[in-house]
């Protein structure tokens, strides 16, 4: 999730472009919703594993990336998704988790901040490696 034209809010969307090849070759499907989240309802299939990536705003290190259950998050973070129909998406979903990627600033602008880009290829690598772990753990073949 995310939008590229609010600066460090499409960090996901970046993040996403660099590992996605990896993840289809491992059969996971990639989708970059982007602000779209009505389609979500087309995408998730019954028992789906879902994984979000979006930025999030708390008191961690920018470029730092956290993953939890939805219901999880502490009160002084803030995803910039938060608003989300978390309820209805469990319905149908088998288990959902959150990869959050701490940002620096969600404003009206293109690109990422400095920080952001020039630690993009780790968050990325981070990123890839939480979603495999969250796989395997779930005896998923990765």
């Known amino acids: 999730m995310g939008n590229i034209l609010m600066g460090d809010d499409g960090v996901s969307v970046e993040v996403l ?4 090849k990896e993840l289809e070759e491992n059969n996971i499907k990639v989708f970059a919703i982007e602000t779209d ?18 930025a999030m705003i708390s008191s961690g290190k920018v470029g730092e ?15 910039s998704h938060a608003y989300f129909p978390w309820d209805i998406i469990s ?6 988790y ?14 990422l901040s400095k920080k952001l880009q020039d630690e993009i290829y780790f968050i990325a690598n981070k990123t890839l490696f939480l979603i495999t ?6 005896n998923y073949k990765v």
């Open 37 to 54: 989240i009505n389609s979500l309802f087309s995408i998730i299939e019954e028992d789906d594993v879902v994984i979000f990536v979006d």
């Open 91 to 96: 319905r149908v979903a088998k288990e959902i």
């Open 98 to 111: 959150i990869i959050g990627i701490e940002v620096e600033d969600i404003d009206f602008k293109i690109g």
């Open 133 to 138: 772990n969250i796989l395997t753990n779930l």
């Open 17 to 20: 472009k660099i590992i996605k």
């Open 65 to 79: 990336v956290k993953i939890f259950k939805p219901e999880l998050p502490e009160q002084n973070e803030f995803l």
